[in-house]
């Protein structure tokens, strides 16, 4: 009777502590978070217009602010002013080649025509050399034409340059999103001076977000970078969001403060990252979940 007892109550204890073992799956809880991203101003100018607000969705290339763009635009026209004059430069550099190859030809030929009556004495010395003569101005002037032509096609390089230094400038009056989410901050207002570097606007990216979890060391050997997670925002939904782990923290640290006991918070726990897909946006920045890792 003893023994058939005993048996029954290793049983039971096998069957409890496997229950407690299936159970036993690391998780945690934390607060959603998103990646943010914060636009600056890339020129400097007053803000003419501020197009967003916060709260605000915005998508990718959606224009979020005009700087002033009075003074690129004048610089550029500027520089186009230049860079007509260039071409006019170059054309007539072109038309100086075509005419100097002429002249080229020309005392060429009446260089050889005098050079071969000499020997007759059709001709004079005083003639050969006139020939001569007008023949190596001819090659010089080519050669000026050509190094005109040289310098006109320099002039307009640097000034396509300094065109496409001013269209971006002036593109960069009208900052654009890189990314899609929603506004959560506002730095400047319109009619405030922006400059090169300064913050205009910071968006949080809703489509995927991340919640952080702290774990004891004994359980991170049953985690693994891209391993499936469960998520459950505590809605009354009936069955959990999916996630994956992104992060293992490489070094332990205290738990945060925000843990509630203050002996837990004495315990050295390992950050780990859940990302987890959010097309609907149903999860919002702040919002508490709980995670599992199964």
Known sequence: MRFILFIWLVVIASVLISCQNGSDVPGGSGLIEATHTVISAETAGRLQQLRFDEGDHISVGDTIAVIDTITPMLRLQQAEAIQA??????????????????????????????ASLLPTGAANQQQYDAAENSYEQAKLAGKRTRAALAAADADLARVEAEIALLAKQFADCFPTAPVRGIIVNKFIKAGELAGPGAPLLEIARLDTVW?????????LTRLKLGGRAEIDPEDGRDSPLSGHVSWIAARAEFTPKNVQTKQARADLVYAVKITIPNPQQRLKIGMPVAVRIP
């Not at 430069?89 to 050889?112: S, Y």
């Not at 919640?211 to 359980?219: R, S, T």
């Open 85 to 114: 004059a260039a071409l006019t430069r170059k054309n007539l550099a072109t038309i100086d080649i075509e005419q100097a190859d002429q002249n080229l030809k020309l005392a060429k030929k009446e260089f050889d025509r005098i």
């Open 211 to 219: 919640v952080k979890i702290y774990l004891p060391p004994q359980d």
